[in-house]
């Protein structure tokens, strides 16, 4: 049989389709292996429910812990979602208030103790730091607005301007 992605389908309608079609307890143990080991990405109360229809249509407990092992990946899958809409608000956030920030007249920000603190946080990352939450063109955008006022990614914007920030700074 050739590959074809046109019949790629997600991983849940496989194992539930794979559930459905077993007929004895042997390939029910077949099944567990897969089942308990395997990463699965969504869709867990399709699987559960196969599997639990499998369960009473053979008469067999659950003896090997798929439905535990499933709620589990399921509980996991939750909470990687959570922490990933989390990361995606705070990115959103910071990416926000940089484009704020640099959106107004940075000479002028850069003689207030806050704002020079920023710009000094914000010079002193690397591209690939403000990749990790911003968009190629966002960065861009900050990288060009640096250059406007002089300044670089990835410079220590020297001790002239760092003696300007208010020693509670910590700089």
């Not at 690397?126 to 955008?141: I, K, P, Y």
Request: glycine share 8%; net charge negative.
């Amino acid at each position: 049989m050739e590959y074809d992605p046109a019949n790629d389908r997600p991983y849940h309608e496989t194992v539930v389709c794979i559930i459905n079609q077993a007929t004895s307890s042997d390939e029910a143990a077949g099944i567990v292996d897969l089942l308990v080991t395997t990463a699965c990405p969504a869709n867990h109360d399709a699987i559960i429910k196969s599997w639990r229809a499998l369960l009473k249509r053979l008469n067999l407990p659950d003896s090997h812990g798929v439905i535990a092992a499933m709620e589990a990946k399921k509980a996991h899958a939750n909470e990687q979602a959570e922490k990933k809409l989390e990361e995606q608000r705070l990115s959103t956030e910071l990416s926000k208030r940089i484009m704020d920030f640099f959106s107004t007249n940075l000479h002028g920000a850069l003689t207030v103790g806050g704002g020079l603190r920023f710009v000094h946080e914000v010079c002193q990352m690397t591209r690939d730091e403000l990749l990790g939450f911003m968009s190629e063109e966002g960065v861009a955008e900050v990288e060009a607005t640096l250059a406007n006022a002089g300044l670089r990614l990835g410079m220590d914007i020297g001790p002239e301007l760092r003696a300007k920030l208010p020693t509670r700074c910590g700089l």
